[in-house]
C-alpha cells in the first residue's frame, strides 16, 4: 500500500476534490473565515480559492507530502500565506489559542481517531472561534445508511481510512463545540457517498 497510499491515492483524492460542483459546498462552509486558521486534512489545497480575503494564513497539516506539489499551482495563485508545520492532525505542532478558526473539509472521515483530533482542535482555536466543516458522512435514510455501513470496510482499506457513515455533527457536538447552524442534504453523484454534512460551529468562551 506504500506506492498506493503516499503516491497514487493523494492524486486520486485531487481529481475528486477539484471537482468544480464543490465549489458552492466550499464557499458557503469558509463564509466569514478570517486571520488565522488551521486546516487538518489540506491534502492538495482545493480550498484555497475559496478562502475569504479576510484569511491571512493557514497552518496547514496532511499525512501525503505529495499534496504539496500538487497544491503548487493553487499557492501560486493565492495571497493566504501557508505554513506547513505536521502529518498529523491528531496532534497539532500549536500552542493553545493561537488560531481564529479550524477548518475540516473532507477530513475528518478519514482521520482515525476523530474525537483526538476535535480536542486538539478546540485546544489551539481561540474561544469564540469557529470549526468550519464540510464532510460526507451518516445519511439520514436508513437504507442509504445501511448501504454505507456495508460499504465501510472497503472504503477504508481502498481510502486510507476513508468512512462514509460518520455522524460528524454528533462528533463536534460531543467534542463540545456548538454548532451555529448545519445542514444536511445529498450532493451529486452515487447517494452513499455524497449525504454531506455542511456547518460552522464555535469553540465556547471558557
Not at 486520486?12 to 459546498?25: F, M
Request: charged share 25%.
Amino acid at each position: 500500500m506504500g506506492v498506493y497510499r503516499e503516491k497514487v491515492l493523494p492524486r486520486l483524492i485531487d481529481k475528486v476534490c477539484s471537482d468544480p460542483g464543490l465549489g458552492k459546498w466550499r464557499a458557503r462552509c469558509l463564509e466569514g473565515a478570517h486571520g488565522t486558521l488551521v486546516e487538518p486534512g489540506f491534502g492538495s489545497g482545493t480550498n484555497l480559492p475559496y478562502y475569504p480575503p479576510e484569511v491571512e494564513r493557514v497552518f496547514a497539516i496532511d499525512p501525503a507530502t505529495v499534496g504539496q506539489e500538487l497544491a503548487a499551482s493553487r499557492l501560486a495563485s493565492s495571497k493566504v500565506q501557508v505554513d506547513f508545520i505536521g502529518l498529523d492532525g491528531q496532534r497539532l505542532p500549536l500552542e493553545n489559542n493561537t488560531c481564529d478558526g479550524g477548518v475540516l473539509t473532507f477530513s475528518l472521515c478519514t482521520i482515525p481517531e476523530p474525537v483526538v483530533a476535535l480536542a486538539e482542535l478546540r485546544r489551539v482555536i481561540k474561544p469564540g472561534g469557529l470549526l468550519f466543516f464540510l464532510e460526507h458522512g451518516k445519511a439520514v435514510h436508513k437504507k442509504i445508511y445501511r448501504q454505507q455501513l456495508r460499504i465501510d470496510p472497503v472504503q477504508r482499506r481502498l481510502f486510507d481510512g476513508c468512512h462514509v457513515s460518520r455522524d460528524h455533527p454528533q462528533l463536534i457536538r460531543n467534542a463540545g463545540f456548538e454548532i451555529l447552524w448545519r445542514d444536511s442534504d445529498y450532493a451529486d453523484g452515487p447517494k452513499p457517498w455524497s449525504f454531506f454534512h455542511i456547518g460552522q460551529a464555535i469553540n465556547p468562551p471558557n
